[in-house]
């Protein structure tokens, strides 16, 4: 499958835009309240769990990595492979195995969630808004005086969307269907040949 000849891969590029363009308009409107910079990674320690259109975007990025970057990011999985990460408290988690030398590897490539992280995220069904510590301190959790981003929209798209590239791929599914997320980490090891 050429996943760049794919309407719905173009569709979610276009989609991804969208999201970088509405992250950047909330960064513009709160600058004194979001501490983002390309030198702060807190939000990269969240093992996230991503659509299949995502994780066939994340692995066109992985495709081009370099031999000492594939090498690094499997040395990740392996140390992720041996924790028991349910079990540990939010200090002690590890970082996204993309993560090398607190750059992400993939940063182009990566999943909708990372692009959205540090920006208010609304909760459509629990009404709760949150962002990193590090911004906006004076924000409760249910404070609508913010703008934030659905995440329910998020997840709406992508799974849409997925649905979309099944079906264009000759996958006999239902209008319904929701297809199931996987975790970055599955994603990685199925992509970087990582058999742990």
């Known amino acids: 499958m050429i996943i760049e000849n794919l309407e719905s891969y173009r569709v979610y590029l276009e989609f991804i ?3 970088d363009r509405l992250f950047d308009d909330i960064y513009s409107q709160y600058s004194d309240k979001m501490h983002c ?3 702060c990674f807190e939000c990269c320690k969240n093992l996230v769990s991503i659509s299949f259109i995502e994780g066939l975007h994340l692995q ?3 495709k081009n990595l370099d031999k000492q970057t ?12 041996s924790l028991d990460v349910k079990k540990l408290s939010e200090d002690q988690k590890p970082f996204c195995p993309l993560l090398i030398n607190g750059i992400c590897a993939v940063y182009d490539h990566r999943p909708v ?9 609304a909760d459509d069904v629990t009404g709760e ?5 590090k911004n906006f301190p004076d924000m409760r959790e249910k404070d609508y005086t ?7 929209m ?3 798209q992508t799974v849409l969307l997925t649905q979309y590239l099944l079906k264009e791929t000759g996958k006999d599914i239902s209008d319904d269907y929701i297809p199931p997320l996987t975790s970055i980490v599955e994603v990685l090891e199925y992509s970087t040949g990582e058999n742990l």
């Open 129 to 133: 808004v949150r962002t990193c510590p």
């Open 113 to 121: 969630i990372c692009r959205c992280f540090g920006a208010p995220l």
């Open 146 to 152: 913010f703008r934030a981003i659905s995440t329910r």
């Open 37 to 39: 910079d390309k030198q």
């Open 17 to 19: 835009q969208k999201i």
């Open 60 to 62: 066109e990025g992985i």
């Open 154 to 156: 998020l997840s709406t």
């Open 70 to 81: 594939l090498q690094a990011i499997r040395k990740n999985l392996q140390e992720i492979k």
